[in-house]
């Protein structure tokens, strides 16, 4: 069955520092992987995507994404973090592309000043 | 360009009610999805419309249906409330085509309903 694990479920790292959120999926095929940040009350946004090609992905607000096959890893980075960067991150892999997505359990991000 | 659109953003309603929520999809798409987020999990997946059908469905009871409007707009409905569908309910959009297979795009997320069962 397919299934995505986010072992971290609260990380705190100060502003400036560099940051690391960890995904493990499981899956047969290739799979579609996202990464969606929320805010408090808010509803998901989408920071970056792989769907085949260049394993390094870019994303908007500075993150990024490497997606390791060997591993069944999807983490996340990012060089320096803001305190504007504080929220919950779910990783999610796609069955199919456009189809049902599966999530992680989230991971809450908390900046110290 | 608007995007996803939910309404209402909040809801309270007593066990055994039935409610609505509705759902606007972002412009040019034609797919829509919905999901439960209980709090302090991830949002689970209930089932998908495209072409005013339920295309997929997720491991939820018959409680849960849904609708989908020739503009594309969704419903979800669900009878019989009880105090675990206390939620935030998402919906997500995305662009399949005429081709009827499987999208090549990405969901984009609506702000979501928070829903609360007395």
């Known amino acids: 069955a397919q299934s995505v694990t986010q072992p971290d479920i609260h990380i705190t790292v100060s502003e400036g520092a560099s940051l690391e959120l960890r995904c493990n999926y499981s899956y047969g095929a290739t799979p579609y992987l996202f990464w969606y940040v929320q805010s408090p009350g808010q509803g998901l946004q989408l920071l970056l995507k792989y769907f085949s090609g260049d394993t390094l992905v870019q994303g908007i607000k500075g993150f990024e994404a490497e997606f390791k096959r060997s591993q069944s890893s999807f983490n996340l980075r990012k060089p320096s973090v803001h305190w504007s960067d504080a929220a919950e991150y779910f990783c999610a892999v796609g069955v199919i592309a456009g189809y049902k997505l599966i999530f992680g359990s989230g991971t809450r991000l908390l900046v110290r000043p | 360009d608007a995007g996803v659109t939910q309404s209402p953003t909040h809801l309270i309603k007593t066990r055994g009610q039935q409610v609505t929520l509705r759902c606007s999809p972002k412009s040019g798409h034609d797919t829509v999805s919905w999901y439960q987020q209980a709090l302090g999990q991830g949002p689970q997946f209930i089932f998908q419309?495209?072409?005013?059908?339920?295309?997929q469905r997720g491991n939820f009871p018959d409680r849960f249906s849904g609708h989908q409007y020739p503009n594309y707009s969704s419903e979800l409905n669900v009878n019989a409330l009880l105090l675990g569908d206390s939620a935030l309910y998402l919906c997500?959009?995305?662009?399949?085509?005429?081709?009827?297979?499987?999208?090549?795009?990405?969901?984009?997320f609506g702000p979501g309903t928070r829903l609360t069962v007395l």
């Open positions: 419309y495209y072409e005013e059908e339920e295309r």
């Open positions: 997500a959009s995305s662009f399949s085509g005429t081709s009827g297979g499987a999208s090549t795009d990405t969901q984009y």
